[in-house]
């Protein structure tokens, strides 16, 4: 059980929240916090900090701000899936753009940790894969599953973080263009996909027309 579900709950959720928000804010002043600086930064002891966090990385992954959202879709989410995908693409380029000392560092101690420490940090976990799934859900019963599977890990390869840091600091564009390319990067991905998928399915029908005539032919 974790050591602020147990006891004093209220007084252990303040405490814990003020650790992260401490750590929130170090990493938004450009530093990258440890257990020690984010309880010093909270006015909390050292020992009570670790008491929550064992580790900076259990601080930085309960830090992450990524780690609370269940979904980008508004409850009157339209039925539409390219303007649902728009909501997703446009509330998470947003929130990446927003939270970018942190998204950094995140990338970065996923890139140090070893295979088991960084299946469990929150830009290993599919959060967004999630979102994008069920942007694309009214294509359940047109496209299967495994394809609106591969459609998100594509659009989510051109919208993280990751593609963040390539377009600026590689490709050098400023900020605003690059969230602006990643955006119309997740569209025409969209784009392609629905219109391979209609195409395959015409193929299909086709095929199979071609098959009753020849069949009808033969009798």
Do not use: C
């Not at 579900?5 to 929130?24: F, S």
């Not at 998470?92 to 995140?106: F, H, L, P, V």
């Not at 395959?200 to 009808?216: I, L, P, V, Y």
Request: aromatic residues 4%.
């Amino acid at each position: 059980m974790a050591y602020e579900l147990n006891g004093r709950v209220a007084q252990k959720q303040r405490t814990r929240d003020a650790l992260i928000a401490a750590a929130r804010q170090l990493v938004a002043d450009g530093m990258t916090p440890t257990v020690e600086a984010a309880a010093e930064a909270a006015s909390i002891s050292r020992t009570t900090a670790y008491r929550y966090f064992p580790s900076q990385r259990a601080l930085l992954a309960a830090a992450h701000p990524e780690t609370a959202i269940e979904s980008m879709l508004p409850e009157d989410a339209p039925e539409d899936v390219e303007a649902r995908v728009a909501l997703v693409v446009a509330q998470y380029t947003e929130m990446i753009a927003g939270t970018e000392a942190q998204q950094r560092t995140m990338l970065r101690l996923s890139l140090e940790a070893d295979p088991v420490e960084r299946s469990q940090l929150p830009l290993r976990q599919g959060r967004v894969i999630k979102w994008l799934e069920e942007a694309l859900a009214p294509l359940e019963a047109d496209m299967p599953e495994v394809e609106r599977h591969r459609l998100a890990l594509a659009i989510r390869s051109a919208t993280g973080i990751e593609a963040l840091v390539w377009l600026t600091d590689v490709a050098g564009l400023p900020r605003d263009e690059a969230i602006e390319l990643m955006r119309w990067s997740a569209g025409a991905m969209l784009s392609a996909a629905l219109d391979d998928h209609a195409t395959g399915a015409a193929s299909k029908r086709g095929r199979a027309e071609r098959g009753r005539r020849g069949r009808r032919t033969a009798t």
